[in-house]
Each structure stands twice: as structure tokens, then as C-alpha cells.
């Protein structure tokens, strides 16, 4: 990233506006169309959420999720999704986004947003997005910006007071405590039947399970705080106030016009209008904040929060010195407080500590420590204390923390009894201990950590949300529910069918006898990596052995669809969870045919019209292309981009162009399953296992779209044409050939055809002497891969009779 705020090595966009404007959808979308790119989200909750959508386009082994709780790191990811403050800004990409930058005028939290908006840029474009009275600060920091102003999609209008009972279906109600939530939520079950709850404390586990439940038509009514003020988007008609004043930490004070608008803007989703009130316990909101809510007119910001992030780590205390620097710049303040800061101060004062911490490795080490967020926000000096011990145990010894100790913090809190309080408290406690696994280098064995604390979160979360249930939904309604789940589950083939199983396992009562309600069985599945997915060769899906879905034909074999076992059993919200998590799965798999490298990948922005066309080729082939397919484009390239394409995994090889995992054996078999699909037909007996195919097997079948080659009389796996070519073409490969050939148990009067065909003497020895080959001569393996319904049958007596030696499709493109 430019370090420079006046920087000019990227295009910077400035789109500002207010809620309901597309403004995140246009820079996902415009991400998508860069080789890679980052967006920085400001809350964990959105952070997931946008990467559930982009892992939904391009498969989740191309994206990463980076927030202080979550990491899901693929080996080349293209695509960081991340919070602000966790945003890996050392790495390089062509697109940059930051959301919500008028947070930058946050107390807290703003020195993070200004920064990056001082110095995060991506390497082609920059995009920051919020609201418009960050229009005056970015044209001031950022002149050479384009400032576009995004406009609101559906209309808002103010409606004035009414009371709990006459509030229309798909309202929320808004409160500004955790307490008064309750309260509401209780009052809204006794009228209405039920509410979903939405606090900021939730984890996003128990946050998803309760918006699915209200998505999903199950409840009609949503009770929450300022949480769902950014990235939640709701179907919500109507927002009500219960409160116009919150502690932000320092005081209880009145909510400013453009937060109330933050808020009441989640009414109305896309081209539907929505409109917004107060409960009547209230006043009527003023006429001026009405009219500027419904504009969206509202004061600029004219000042940022600002801290100096060229940080001194010689001494604790040129730390401090350097931390508490004042800004140069007249719209910036200096960060009143900030719990890293306060929790390094009180550290400093440590004797142990300003012992251990005397040179810079070891100052840094502490402001990382520092760093660690107090989920509980309880009493500050518990968790300095936490921190002390922390620091000292990573400054002694071996530099990790004791298994004991860490067994000691967290087991306590592997609890799933309690009511609400008790299990909120014991999430923020094991947020803490999530974060701290992930700093890896500070743990033994940091994987095992990460899973237990993921694994006790996900078990909190569960609990926490069969506890607001049990309390905020009437229990006849949800029966009716749980009624019709398991009711349709039970299909007509009886108790053997596989998904009878799915309907007891989604019982009528949650924990019993090991059932689970269906918001805890998608979050799984929805949080399940790659790995837990079990696909069999006819595209089958299953995850702990439940069938799932299935994959059925598409447009080509690059874009297969997906097809529910049992739609019927799934409610609206967990059957959209379910298709999304299942499609990015479905990317992947096209991904691990094409070897890992999708070559989507070359024909992004700024490539050459050459490296795009072999990018769409190599697509088109998944990842494996003749080289007559590929000597027009290649001829076209110079040195450097052919370099560019080796370094990426563009393999040359004697007769193909592919991508240097394509021709592994997880890769074929991928590609003989998206061609099954595709044609509609089980693949030829053996493939992709038998390197050897007798003609006659395919079927009228094009052997290249399965990874096969006709070379003689035989089809051979392209892999092993490689492997044979290769050797004869190489001054010492005779040994190789004849171990192949005898590998292959071919006849000798097909094991010399094959030779010929490949440009080697029948005997099994490499050529003394190549002869030059004819320009532009193309053998029977050239003939293009399509892999669809008008692909041209290999058979004995459909395909041309081999060259001679050395006569074609042989050598390196032109």
C-alpha cells in the first residue's frame, strides 16, 4: 500500500451517500473485476457477511477472512475480506476498499479509519465509502479524489408515534441497552407471538441464527440496539425508536441526526420505501431532524480522530511519548483515549515489565499485548492483570504461553448452563481467548487452540440462542415450526431414505437426545471449511453424512448449478444460507479441476489482449490447451509475459499449454466429474484411474474433455503424454520411456504406433537427430476441448493416422 496521502499511484473514488445505496454491492462487484483486492468492513459481523457473498462468486479458495477473532486463510488467496483495524496493510493488491469512513469522527476507534484513508491505497484503484459528511475531509486530504455522491434507492418517510401493539409486520424496534432490549422483546412475545433479538454482543454465530429466524418469516418482529445501524441488511418496512439518548462510553447523551439516520435507514431495503418513528413513550422527533432524515442533509464532519502511527519501540516510555504525539494537521484530534493506550501506560508502571521489555523486539511484543481487546468491558484492572501475565509469560522462556495456564482461562468457560447474562458474559470471555489464538507464535500447538475456542464460542453461541427463544418466542408458534421441519423431512420412501435422518436430526427439541434446531445445523454448515464437504463423482454433496445437494449441468462445465436434496425441509433464510455456502463450494471445485489457479485470474484488469485470450482458453479447457490451441496468442507475448505466466503455474509442455496442478490426479478427477455432469453421462469405465484407454471405451466420447489424448491406436491420460514426450525429447531419457512403456503393459505393435505418434523411434529409444517440424502442422492433438454436447467422438476410425516423427503439434508454440 502508498504510504503517501498525496500519493497519486492509484485512482481514488470517494462514493458517499446514505444507507441503501449499493455502495458496498458496486465496490464488491468492482473487486471482483481486479486480480485481487482487499475491503476493510467495520464490524466482524459484515466482515463475514461480505465474504460469504464473494466466496459465493469465486469459491472461498481464492478469498480470506482476516478479523481479530477469525482467520480463514487459503494458500493464494486473490481476495481479503477483513475488519478495518485487521486489514494486512504490508500486502499489496490492484483494489482497495474501506467502508463506513466516517467512523474515522469515532472516539475510539476514528485514528484507525483516518489512517487509512491517509495511507491505505490499492495499487489500480481506491475506494472509500460512508456517508456524505466526509464529503469537505476527503476532498481537503485527498484532492485528486473523484467525489461521487451514491443516492438513496428506495424512499424513507417519517410516521410519527405508535405503540408496541400497532407497530406494522417486518419492524424494529431500537433501544440503547441491553436491559431495555429485554424488556421490549418480552412485551412484543406477549403481544405479537415472538421477536428476534440483535445485540452487539452477540456472536456472529447467535447474530446470524437470530436474523435467519426473523429473514425467514418465523417471527415478524425484530428487537435490537445500534447494531444493526451498519451492514444488516434486513427486509425491515419500519424502524421505531424506544430511546433518542446512549452511553458512548464517556457519557449518556443524545443521539446526533445523522446516527438516528444510520439507524432508521435500514428500513426499506433496495426499491422498497420504508419509514421510521418513535414508540409513544416518547416525544415526537423535531421537525428539523425528521426533515434532515428524510434528505439526508446533515452537518460535515470537520475534524477526524487522529494518532501518529510512526511509533517509537525503543522504551515503554518513547512508546507513550510517540503515541500521545499531537497532529500537525488542523482537521485532525488527537485521540482522547484508547484502551491499548491506557492498559500500556498502566503496564509501564510494572517493574517486571520495564525489566523484560529493553529492547525493541520486546516493546513491540508489549503494544501488541496491549492490543488485546477487552471484550468484557468490565473492570479495567482484571483485564490489565490479564495482560500483565500474558506479557510475562511470552517474555520468558521459550516465548509462549503455558499450556496449563491457558487450560486454567478457558475451560471454565466450556459451559453451556446459564441463563442470557450468564452466557453472554462467557462469550466475551472466550472472544478474548479466540483472539489471543490466533497470534500463532505465541502458542504451542496454536491450531488446537483456534478449534477449542472456535469450538466453545460456536457452543455458547447455540445456547445463547436457544435461551433467547426459549424466552422471546412463544413456544406454540415455534413448535409449529419444528412440526413442519420434521414433517417434511419425512419423505414418502420411508424410515431408510437418507433424509429421514435429516429430520431427526433437526428435532422438535433443542439438545435432546442429541438434535439440533436447523439455525444450529446450517451455522455449521456454513461455518465448515472445504475439508468437511464430501463430494462424490457424481457431483453428490454431503456434509456429516447428510446429503445436501447435488450438482446438475450448467451453461458449461466452468459453471455447474446446484440443486437442494429436499428444499422443502429448509425455511426460506436457512435454505439462502445453505445455497450460498453450498455455491462457493461449488466454485472451488471448478478451482481444484483447474489445478488451484483458476486463469480467470489473467484476464483481469491491465492484461494484454494475448494473455486474455489464453486466459479464456485455458478457462475454457480447465486449464489444460494443445499447443496449436495456444500458438497464436503465445506467438504474441515477449519474454517477460511468458515469464510473467510461468511464474504464475503456466506450464509449457511438449503438446499442451496447462496449469502446473491440472494434471494431478485430485485435479483429473475433478474434470472428469464437471464433464459428467455437463454431458449428462457416467464417464468411460476407468477414468480418470487407468492411464490406458482402448478406443472403442470412450463411447463416441471426446477423450480431451476427460484429460485424455489420443496417441496411436490408444487413448492415453494427458499427463502421461507429457511425461513421455518430455523423455523423448531429452538426450538421456531412453531409461525413462522404457520404464513408462512397461509401466503402460502396452503391445509392442500399439507401444511402437504410440511412439511414432509421439515423435520417438518404435524401438523406445529418443531420436539422435529431430527433424525440424512443419509450421503450423497440428496432430490429432490439437482437436479442441470443448467437453460439450457437439464434441467429436474418438473412435478407431474417426481419427486421422499418426505423423511421422517429429511431424506436428510436438514442439513449443511459435
Known amino acids: 500500500m ?56 469465486v469459491g472461498e479458495g481464492r478469498v480470506a477472512l482476516m478479523t481479530g477473532e477469525e482467520k480463514r486463510l487459503p494458500p493464494r488467496p486473490d481476495y481479503w475480506i477483513c475488519t478495518v483495524e485487521a486489514m494486512p496493510t504490508d500486502r499489496q493488491v490492484d483494489f482497495l476498499a474501506v467502508d463506513e469512513i466516517q467512523l474515522a469522527a469515532h472516539r475510539e476507534r476514528g485514528h484507525v479509519f483516518t489512517d487509512r484513508l491517509l495511507h491505505a491505497r490499492g495499487r489500480r484503484e481506491t475506494w472509500f465509502l460512508g456517508a456524505d ?33 400497532s407497530l406494522p409486520p417486518r419492524s424494529a424496534v431500537v433501544a440503547f441497552s441491553a436491559d431495555r432490549v429485554y424488556e421490549l422483546a418480552e412485551s412484543l412475545r406477549r403481544l405479537r407471538g415472538g421477536v428476534a433479538v440483535v445485540l452487539g454482543a452477540l456472536s456472529p454465530r447467535t447474530r446470524n441464527a437470530q436474523v435467519a429466524m426473523y429473514q425467514s418469516g418465523e417471527v415478524q418482529y425484530l428487537v435490537a440496539t445500534d447494531a444493526i445501524g451498519m451492514g444488516l441488511n434486513l427486509d425491515l ?124 523486539a520486546m516493546v513491540e511484543l508489549l503494544w501488541q499485548v496491549c492490543q488485546i481487546p477487552d471484550f468484557r468491558k468490565g473492570l479495567f484492572g482484571q483485564h490489565v492483570a490479564l495482560l500483565r501475565e500474558t506479557f510475562l509469560q511470552l517474555s520468558e522462556g521459550d516465548g509462549k504461553l503455558e499450556q496449563a495456564w491457558l487450560s486454567k482461562q478457558v475451560s471454565p468457560l466450556d459451559d453451556v448452563s446459564g441463563d442470557i447474562h450468564t452466557l453472554m458474559d462467557r462469550l466475551a470471555a472466550i472472544r478474548i481467548w ?188 480447465l486449464g489444460v490447451i494443445s499447443l496449436g490451441e495456444a500458438r497464436e496468442q503465445w506467438r504474441l507475448l515477449d519474454e517477460e509475459e511468458r515469464e510473467r505466466l510461468r511464474m504464475q503455474g503456466i506450464r509449457e509442455g511438449q503438446r499442451f499449454l496447462y496449469v502446473a496442478g491440472a494434471l494431478a490426479p485430485h485435479a483429473l478427477e475433478r474434470r472428469c466429474m464437471l464433464t459428467a455432469l455437463f454431458q449428462q453421462k457416467p464417464p468411460p469405465q476407468g477414468v480418470p484411474r487407468d492411464p490406458v484407454l482402448e478406443l472403442a471405451e470412450p463411447g463416441g466420447w471426446n477423450p480431451r474433455a476427460f484429460g485424455y489424448e489420443v496417441v496411436g491406436s490408444v487413448a492415453l491420460r494427458i499427463d502421461i503424454v507429457e511425461r ?50 512443419r509450421r503450423g502442422g497440428n496432430s490429432p492433438a490439437a482437436a479442441p476441448d470443448k467437453g460439450g454436447a457437439n464434441a467429436q467422438p474418438a473412435h478407431a476410425g474417426s481419427h486421422p493416422k499418426p505423423q511421422r516423427s517429429g511431424a506436428g503439434g510436438g514442439g513449443r508454440p511459435a
Open 434 to 621: 479466540t483472539y489471543i489464538s490466533h497470534r500463532s507464535s505465541w502458542l504451542h500447538d496454536a491450531d488446537h487452540w483456534q478449534e477449542r475456542t472456535r469450538r466453545i464460542e460456536d457452543a455458547l453461541g447455540d445456547a445463547l440462542h436457544d435461551r433467547l427463544v426459549e424466552r422471546f418466542v412463544q413456544r406454540a408458534a415455534r413448535r409449529s415450526v419444528r412440526r413442519f421441519v420434521r414433517a417434511a423431512a419425512q419423505p414418502a420412501a420411508g424410515p431408510d431414505s437418507p433424509f429421514a435422518k435429516l429430520g431427526l436430526l433437526l428435532g422438535e427439541v433443542p439438545g435432546a437426545d442429541g438434535a439440533m434446531t436447523e439455525e444450529q445445523f446450517v451455522q455449521r454448515v456454513v461455518d465448515a471449511t472445504h475439508e468437511a464437504f464430501e463430494v462424490d463423482a457424481a457431483g453428490s454433496i454431503s456434509f456429516e453424512g447428510q446429503p445436501l445437494a447435488r450438482l446438475v449441468r450448467g451453461k458449461d462445465r466452468r459453471s455447474p448449478q446446484l440443486a437442494l436434496a429436499e428444499p422443502e425441509v429448509w425455511t426460506g433464510g436457512a435454505r439462502r444460507l445453505l445455497e450460498r455456502r453450498l455455491v462457493a463450494l461449488a466454485r472451488d471445485l471448478v478451482t481444484e479441476a483447474m489445478g488451484g489457479f483458476p486463469a480467470e485470474t489473467l484476464a483481469g484488469a491491465g492484461r494484454s489482449a494475448p494473455t486474455r485470450g489464453l486466459a479464456y482458453r485455458l478457462a475454457e479447457g
Open 2 to 57: 502508498n504510504s503517501s496521502p498525496s500519493g497519486r499511484s492509484s485512482v481514488v473514488v470517494a462514493e458517499l451517500g446514505p444507507t441503501n445505496t449499493g455502495k458496498t454491492h458496486r465496490a464488491i462487484e468492482r473487486m471482483l473485476e481486479h486480480d485481487t483486492g482487499m475491503m476493510g468492513l467495520p464490524l466482524r459481523l459484515l466482515a463475514r457477511e461480505v465474504y460469504d457473498r464473494v466466496t459465493a462468486r
Open 724 to 773: 513421455l514426450s518430455e523423455a523423448l525429447r531429452h538426450p538421456h531419457g531412453a531409461q525413462q520411456v522404457h520404464t513408462l512403456m512397461q509401466e503402460l503393459r502396452l503391445e509392442s505393435g500399439v507401444r511402437a504406433r504410440v511412439l511414432r505418434a509421439l515423435g520417438g523411434p518404435s524401438g523406445g529409444a529418443p531420436s539422435k537427430k529431430r527433424r525440424r517440424r
Open 237 to 360: 418496512n419500519h424502524v421505531a425508536f424506544a430511546g433518542l439518548s446512549k452511553y458512548d462510553g464517556a457519557e449518556q447523551r443524545e443521539l446526533f441526526p445523522d446516527e438516528l439516520a444510520q439507524i432508521a435507514g435500514r428500513a426499506g431495503r433496495h426499491l422498497n420505501d420504508g419509514s421510521f418513528g418513535t414508540l409513544n413513550t416518547l416525544s415526537e422527533l423535531p421537525p428539523r431532524v425528521i426533515s434532515a432524515i428524510e434528505s439526508h442533509r446533515f452537518p460535515a464532519v470537520r475534524s477526524l480522530i487522529w494518532r501518529n502511527s510512526a511509533l517509537d519501540f525503543s522504551s515503554p516510555e518513547a512508546l507513550l511519548d510517540s503515541l500521545s504525539r499531537a497532529p500537525h494537521h488542523s482537521g485532525f484530534v488527537r485521540v482522547e483515549r484508547a484502551d491499548d493506550f491506557d492498559a500500556l501506560k498502566e503496564l509501564s508502571n510494572v517493574p517486571a515489565i520495564r525489566e523484560a521489555a529493553t529492547d525493541r
Open 133 to 165: 459528511t466526509m464529503r469537505p475531509m476527503v476532498h481537503a486530504l485527498i484532492p485528486h479524489a473523484s467525489v461521487k455522491r451514491a443516492t438513496r434507492l428506495s424512499q424513507l418517510r417519517y410516521s410519527g408515534t405508535r405503540s408496541l401493539k
